[in-house]
């Protein structure tokens, strides 16, 4: 069936390096593709999106990859910090009213 | 910076009651949304709410759940006779452009059914 999901639950990375969380989708007719970044006890807060006809987009510290071919959508975070500790969510918009399918998540946890 | 805000943030209830989730949106903000989350898993669409009207429902939204937007600063969810499985977080999201992804989400409330 049509799902957002992502590879890996956990994610581990020493305090410095890069992070890369990765995400596989299936519905090829999403316009936008969204990372979204959930602390403990808070409610999802928005990283960065991209659009269906994009492949890369940057941010600040983030970058987000959107592969058509093999429907993968990754995000890369740099120098990753302590305070990035958090479980990220990929999401794609696939309503007409922008509503948001979301996977299942992935915890990623910064060693000082 | 504006914000989504939620009450009550932590609600438990027995099974069976009616349950009322308050919701204020960012102020100039037109699509409203309520998500909810089991505990340790996905976020899940529950409603969408555009110009006074549903937009779009999941299979969740069942009879049982209602949304308002009784004056022109608050949005609720209503839930009229909760069962165990509607323990969860439940957020609402605000935006104010439907074509991105950017939702603004409040911080939750947790609704737990005894």
């Known amino acids: 069936g049509e799902s957002v999901g992502l590879h890996l639950p956990t994610l581990s990375v020493q305090e410095g390096d890069n992070s890369i969380i990765n995400c596989a989708y299936s519905?090829?007719?999403?316009?936008?593709f969204i990372w979204y970044k959930q602390e403990s006890g808070k409610g999802p807060q928005f990283i960065i999106d991209?659009?269906?006809?994009?492949d890369k987009r940057q941010g600040q510290r983030v970058t987000v990859l959107l592969n058509k071919t093999v429907k993968h959508l990754s995000l890369q975070i740099a120098a990753t910090q302590p305070g990035d500790s958090a479980v990220y969510f990929c999401?794609?918009?696939?309503?007409?009213?922008?509503?948001?399918?979301f996977g299942k998540g992935t915890k990623l946890s910064v060693k000082p | 910076e504006p914000e989504v805000t939620q009450t009550p943030s932590h609600q438990v209830t027995q099974m069976g009651q009616e349950v009322i989730l308050r919701c204020v949106p960012i102020?100039?903000?037109?699509?409203f949304y309520w998500y909810r989350q089991i505990l340790g898993q996905k976020v899940e669409f529950l409603v969408s709410?555009?110009?006074?009207?549903?937009?779009?429902k999941s299979e969740i939204f069942d009879d049982q759940f209602s949304v308002e937007r009784p004056d022109g600063s608050n949005f609720t969810l209503k839930i009229r006779s909760t069962k165990l499985e509607d323990s969860a977080m439940y957020f609402c999201?605000?935006?104010?452009?439907?074509?991105?992804?950017?939702?603004?989400f409040g911080e939750g409330s947790r609704l737990t059914v005894l």
């Open positions: 999201a605000s935006s104010g452009n439907r074509n991105t992804g950017e939702l603004f």
């Open positions: 519905n090829s007719a999403s316009d936008y």
């Open positions: 991209i659009r269906s006809n994009m």
């Open positions: 999401a794609e918009n696939r309503g007409s009213q922008g509503n948001l399918i």
């Open positions: 102020s100039n903000h037109l699509y």
């Open positions: 709410f555009y110009n006074n009207e549903i937009s779009e």
